[in-house]
């Protein structure tokens, strides 16, 4: 009798490790859904009906990547979970970037987005994402600036 409930409070137990926290998905990259890939970030580029402005360094699939590059997609619309309108994207190095009028981000590394222009102001780490949305972006409404660290 001892073994069966033993054995019950393992497998309880296991279920719970398993299932996870309610309401969050669990994916490979558990840093955050609105850190994305290289790759992740290509793919968005090439099939959103966006309108998109490159700034800094021209993302380039054939070049070996910096550790200390990052890039970084802002837009102004959202609709659902779909990030788009005007978007902005900048691949470079640690920069303050002026956004305002941003209302999803994602980056390929953690980024900061401020409430204020120069990077003051409440500022908050993209890794802590309150409100996910599809392809990897996160809701950012009033965004005025963008902190790209070179880390």
């Keep these: 009798m001892q073994f ?6 393992l497998a309880a137990f296991a279920a719970s490790v398993v299932a996870g926290p309610a309401g969050r998905e669990i994916t490979e990259n558990a840093v955050s859904a609105s850190i994305v890939s290289d790759a992740e970030m ?4 090439s099939t959103t009906d966006a309108e998109l ?4 360094d021209l993302p380039n699939p054939l070049e070996k990547r910096s550790a200390q590059t990052t ?11 779909i990030c788009g309108g005007t978007c902005t994207v900048y691949t470079g190095g640690a920069t303050c970037l002026d956004a305002s009028g941003t209302t999803c981000i994602a980056a390929t ?7 204020e222009s120069g ?3 409440n500022c908050n780490a993209l890794s802590l994402c309150g409100t996910s949305m599809s392809n990897g972006f996160c809701f950012t409404p009033n965004t005025a600036s963008i902190l ?3 880390l």
């Design 4 to 9: 069966s409930a033993v054995f019950i409070a």
């Design 42 to 45: 290509a793919h968005f580029l």
């Design 53 to 56: 402005t490159f700034i800094g």
């Design 71 to 81: 890039t970084v997609t802002y837009c102004t619309k959202r609709v659902g979970s």
């Design 109 to 115: 590394k953690d980024i900061g987005f401020c409430d």
């Design 119 to 121: 990077c003051d102001g």
């Design 148 to 150: 790209v660290s070179p």
